[in-house]
């Protein structure tokens, strides 16, 4: 019965470490960095006041590695999503092959974003604050918001893009085209999206938007 203890505690820190997290994420996703407290986290995570100081130190601590959380979770689902663009490359397929494999990365790629919307909303919150805290103590200033998924893939799509009859594109351009029109708009499904009458939860929706970003793409990419 005692050696079994050591295990069960930490079990236990670890389902309390996940539930501030968890707490963390929400918090700070709907009222921001400032507008939250360590022990309002603590009271949403149903632990003691003091559980969030006790794993990760300070409120500082806490929101990084909420971020470094919600970021990592990204760079695996991009890296999920943009599979089938891999696949095209190391494949035989022409433009049509491509824009079905950039079909399912978009639409990959929008299903995570949909889906994770603390995600969005934190770094929005980083928008409107300068950004400041997401690249403290970074010395990549930009490799966390850009990250390397998406742009491993375009660049892999570049490397052959001679030898399978597409155009000389810039990589950053491709990435910044997605993002604006994956992540960005998202992020204003409340305005501008809603003004438009469009819904990114809804299937049919996403699948009319996911073709609307393709044959962007496809103008830089693979021009007829």
Known sequence: MTP???KKRTRDAERSREAILDAAERQFSDRGFEGVSLQEIASDAGLSRGAPSYFFGSKDSLYEAVLERVFRERDDATRRAFQPVLFWVDGEGGRAALKRAL???????????VSRQSFVRLLDWEAISGAGRMHRGRGDQNGRARGQAMADAYGAVRAVARSRGLASFDVDD???VTVALTFSLVSHQATLMSAFGRDLSDRTTVKRHTR?????LLHLIAPR
Do not use: C, N
């Open 4 to 6: 079994a203890q050591p």
């Open 103 to 113: 079909e399912r990365a978009i639409s990959g790629y929008l299903e995570f974003l």
């Open 174 to 176: 491709v990435t910044l």
């Open 212 to 216: 609307l970003v393709v044959d962007q």
